[in-house]
């Protein structure tokens, strides 16, 4: 009789929107669905931050081949990390309050779905970044986005509503900041390295851009007027912002990035902050394989 495969599920018991509840059934559904398929499943929780990087690292040593991330965003990126490079390819159930590389993707947010979906999926490659020495698979970016993200880490609850809510807060309060962006002195609203189209709630900063073509879409917002607002937030969640006058992008591989000063970022969506205030964004074509 032919040896299972080993397939590993890591869940964080607090990211995400679902309750515990829920995530004991999506559980039950993981075993379930696995056994079913002759694989040998495994479960692991995280109980720490960083600790769903080291469940994944320790899966790769041992020649694991599917790691499913049940969580948000952030969980996302964790395991992902240590699966670049690998033989060990990561499946996504997404339960976070954005699911960015997800909806780029086109994998199904109902999360029982998601699990037979990675079950059967096949590896696929794509692209990975860093921002400095922080790994991204969905964006990057300075300015408004970050600051925003930083003021969104401090909210008590998550999700949708509780984003839009600090964003508005954060557009009153922000000021636009003034960059050396590879060499160039530039004032931005915002500054985005998109690897995926997408921050998460179908918001489109890079329409345009492909998971898996080696390259990085560089999307400035220069300054507007408050006037302006409302259409720019139109255009995001209606995938035409590349067609706004105060939108720039070109594809690159590399940047830098030089602000004189403690440079707030955010690398999908989790709030960093580089002391030296100077970031070296680069792509890592071909990094990671994802159960399509």
């Given at each position: 009789?032919?040896?299972?495969s080993?397939?590993?599920?890591?869940i964080?018991?607090?990211?995400g929107?679902?309750?515990?509840e829920?995530?004991?059934?999506?559980?039950?559904?993981?075993?379930?669905?696995?056994?079913?398929?002759?694989?040998?499943?495994?479960?692991?929780?995280?109980?720490?931050?960083?600790?769903?990087?080291?469940?994944?690292?320790?899966?790769?040593?041992?020649?694991?081949?599917?790691?499913?991330?049940?969580?948000?965003?952030?969980?996302?990126?964790?395991?992902?990390?240590?699966?670049?490079?690998?033989?060990?390819?990561?499946?996504?159930?997404?339960?976070?309050?954005?699911?960015?590389?997800?909806?780029?993707?086109?994998?199904?947010?109902?999360?029982?779905?998601?699990?037979?979906?990675?079950?059967?999926?096949?590896?696929?490659?794509?692209?990975?970044?860093?921002?400095?020495?922080?790994?991204?698979?969905?964006?990057?970016?300075?300015?408004?986005?970050a600051?925003?993200?930083?003021?969104?880490?401090?909210?008590?609850?998550?999700?949708?509503?509780?984003?839009?809510?600090?964003?508005?807060?954060?557009?009153?309060?922000?000021?636009?900041?003034?960059?050396?962006?590879?060499?160039?002195?530039?004032?931005?609203f915002?500054?985005t390295?998109a690897?995926?189209?997408?921050?998460?709630?179908?918001?489109?900063?890079?329409?345009?851009?492909?998971?898996?073509?080696?390259?990085?879409?560089?999307?400035?917002?220069?300054?507007?007027?408050?006037?302006?607002?409302?259409?720019?937030?139109?255009?995001?969640?209606?995938?035409?912002?590349?067609?706004s006058?105060?939108?720039?992008?070109?594809?690159?591989?590399?940047?830098?990035?030089?602000?004189?000063?403690?440079?707030?970022?955010?690398?999908?969506?989790?709030?960093?902050?580089?002391?030296?205030?100077?970031?070296?964004?680069?792509?890592?074509?071909?990094?990671?394989?994802?159960?399509?």
């Amino acid at each position: 009789m032919a040896t299972r495969s080993a397939v590993l599920a890591i869940i964080n018991p607090n990211s995400g929107t679902t309750s515990g509840e829920q995530k004991k059934l999506l559980q039950d559904a993981f075993m379930r669905q696995a056994t079913a398929l002759n694989y040998a499943p495994e479960i692991a929780l995280t109980t720490h931050a960083g600790h769903a990087t080291e469940l994944a690292a320790a899966a790769v040593e041992r020649g694991v081949m599917r790691v499913l991330a049940i969580g948000g965003d952030g969980t996302i990126n964790e395991i992902a990390k240590a699966l670049r490079r690998s033989a060990t390819a990561l499946g996504i159930v997404p339960i976070g309050s954005g699911n960015g590389l997800a909806r780029h993707l086109g994998i199904p947010l109902n999360p029982m779905k998601a699990i037979e979906h990675a079950l059967n999926g096949r590896p696929v490659v794509i692209d990975s970044g860093e921002i400095n020495e922080y790994p991204f698979f969905c964006t990057a970016g300075l300015g408004f986005e970050a600051y925003v993200a930083h003021e969104f880490a401090k909210q008590p609850v998550r999700g949708l509503p509780t984003y839009v809510r600090t964003a508005f807060r954060a557009f009153q309060a922000y000021k636009p900041q003034k960059l050396l962006v590879n060499g160039q002195q530039k004032q931005v609203f915002s500054l985005t390295f998109a690897n995926a189209g997408q921050f998460g709630n179908n918001a489109w900063m890079a329409p345009t851009a492909n998971i898996s073509d080696g390259r990085l879409e560089q999307c400035e917002i220069r300054p507007f007027p408050a006037q302006a607002a409302p259409m720019i937030t139109w255009r995001l969640f209606n995938k035409t912002l590349n067609q706004s006058s105060y939108w720039r992008g070109h594809s690159i591989t590399s940047a830098t990035v030089e602000a004189g000063e403690p440079l707030l970022i955010h690398a999908d969506g989790e709030p960093l902050t580089l002391p030296t205030g100077r970031a070296e964004i680069r792509i890592l074509p071909g990094s990671l394989l994802v159960l399509l």
